[in-house]
């Protein structure tokens, strides 16, 4: 996910559904884009998080464990288990969720039972996961005439809040 402007992440009431009894404790963090910061712990579902502007830059998602794990969404070489340990499900309302797996190691292992239902966040506001929004940018900034002109309408069409923010 790319060049958001402006975010908030909210935890739906599905997050952590099995709590503290059958599930592992966990803290979720924005590790990036910006400095890292703490989002919510794992009891705090049904809640919104207001990011405001962040910087440019790939949004990186972490839930950190009661056993010290810090399991990344995104690229699997990131984690200790070098698995995937989030899927993101892309809406044409804009929303982005993002399902987390809470435990390392594959299934099969007592641990982990990669159903991706342990953490769900929704990231809204003018979040893209694709890097189409930093493209059209530069795009409308470095080109003339027709191409501009092209970005700017496509701009609008996938991000009407990132071609508002950039005065389009």
Known sequence: ???????????????????PKGG????????APGPQRFIANWNQ??????LGKLPPGEIILALRTCDNYTLCAGDSKKNPDHLVHAVVRSY?????????EDA????????SDRNFTDA????????????SVVDLLTVIKNEHGATR????????????????????
């Not at 769900?120 to 890097?131: H, I, K, W, Y």
């Not at 002109?149 to 389009?168: M, Q, R, V």
Request: hydrophobic share 35%; proline share 9%; aromatic share 8%.
């Open 1 to 19: 996910m790319t060049q958001p402007t402006s975010e908030s992440v909210h935890v739906p009431n599905s997050i952590f559904p099995s709590g």
């Open 24 to 31: 592992v404790p966990s803290k979720v963090y924005l590790l």
């Open 45 to 50: 579902y049904g809640t919104t998080v207001h």
């Open 92 to 100: 044409l309302s804009g929303t982005i969720q993002v399902w987390f």
């Open 104 to 111: 390392p190691g594959p299934k099969g292992t007592g641990r």
């Open 120 to 131: 769900v966040l929704e990231l809204r506001g003018d979040a893209s996961d694709s890097s």
């Open 149 to 168: 002109e092209a970005a700017i309408e496509a701009l609008t069409k996938i991000s009407p809040i990132a071609a508002a923010n950039a005065g389009y």
